[in-house]
């Protein structure tokens, strides 16, 4: 599992340019939208709802913002409606690709993701020919600035009953089943341990080990993947 790779487009530094908060900031509200359409607007009930206000209060989204999507979500404010989407695809060079994302047209969607592949030496391919190399998650990521000892933050990971952990430059990610993902996440939180994050997501089955030159091509298309509004997540099979 060493070297999963997730773009984070909702793990930006400080400074980060306001255009870019602005686009992070509508994606999160679109998440939060279907959640909320999808499970209800009552947190007690809906975990995935739960999961992604998480997510909107680590980036510093005002809670006006946060009400406001799931309003929409619930739909007791107007405005687009949102359908998720999951496409898969090759990157440069065969590295395997899973595209998430939220679009109000999911035929333009793909007719748009599918050029910015085509430019970039990726191409677009039919539903399962590259799911089947991933596994879907539950994912937590721990800043090491959250943790004191890492021996002691690898007996809390076995403690919580977790499938996996690895170390990454940024911190430790700890892997669940998707079902416990909730229950995982609260025990770091009450053993006084921070989270980054946490989020379902597709963790690749085997890595593939590519060259410099092919991590940069593939970084290239992630960026060009990323700056359309409609892209939520990018997995890969290989190592960023």
């Known amino acids: 599992m060493s070297g999963h790779s997730h773009w984070h487009s909702i793990r930006f530094k400080k400074g980060v340019a306001d255009a870019k908060k602005s686009k992070i900031f509508s994606k999160i509200a679109r998440e939060i939208s279907i959640a909320a359409r999808e499970g209800g607007a009552d947190l007690t009930f809906n975990p995935k709802l739960r999961t992604i206000i998480d997510k909107a209060k680590s980036v510093n989204m005002t809670s006006d913002s946060i009400d406001r999507a799931m309003k929409k979500g619930a739909g007791e404010l107007g405005g687009r409606s949102f359908e998720e989407f999951v496409f898969e695809a090759y990157g440069p060079q065969g590295t395997a690709l899973i595209i998430e994302g939220a679009t109000d047209n999911k035929n333009r969607a793909l007719g748009e993701l599918k050029l910015i592949l085509n430019q970039n030496g990726g191409k677009m391919v039919e539903e399962g020919a590259i799911r089947w190399m991933f596994d879907k998650k539950g994912v937590i990521y721990i800043n090491k600035e959250n943790l004191k000892e890492k021996e002691d ?69 992630f960026d060009a993947l990323d700056d359309h509004d409609d892209v939520q997540n990018i997995y890969s099979n290989f190592n960023l």
């Open 153 to 221: 933050a690898e007996l809390l990971a076995i403690e919580s009953g977790a499938e996996n952990f690895e170390w990454q430059d940024d911190g430790l990610v700890v892997y669940t089943k998707p079902e416990e993902l909730d229950k995982i996440k609260n025990f770091f939180e009450e053993n006084k341990t921070k989270t980054e994050s946490s989020a379902l997501e597709w963790v690749p089955k085997e890595n593939v080990e590519v060259s410099e030159e092919t991590k940069e091509k593939n970084r290239k298309l």
